[in-house]
């Protein structure tokens, strides 16, 4: 498994915080349903177009459709993880249910 260091790539880490709310949301509201699926999917697909526009390239031998939206997923999980050890409240709170 490769880990990939979204800021080394500045206009996706952008996209993704810019996502990072109505991420979140589907991923409290929607847990393990057919639209969270939906939206994740989606999701990933914009972010390939994004990177495409700038010109970065995933590896297809380690990145594949399912492999990036994994990376995503941990993302947005390892945001989560943070802010609960922080202690932060105000783009945490609704989060509780998440992860």
């Not at 880990?3 to 929607?30: G, M, Q, S, V």
């Not at 177009?49 to 999980?77: M, S």
Request: charged share 35%; proline share 2%; aromatic share 16%.
């Amino acid at each position: 498994r490769r880990k990939c260091e979204w800021k080394l790539y500045p206009e996706l880490e952008k996209f993704l915080i810019d996502n990072r709310e109505e991420y979140l949301h589907h991923a409290t509201a929607h847990l393990c349903t057919m639209e969270q699926k939906n939206f994740n999917n989606e999701l990933t697909r914009k972010l390939i177009l994004v990177a495409k526009e700038f010109n970065y390239e995933f590896d297809p031998e380690h990145y594949n459709f399912a492999a990036i939206r994994t990376r995503v997923r941990y993302y947005y999980n390892r945001y989560v993880r943070k802010c609960k050890w922080r202690g932060i409240k105000k783009d945490c709170e609704s989060m509780n249910e998440f992860h």
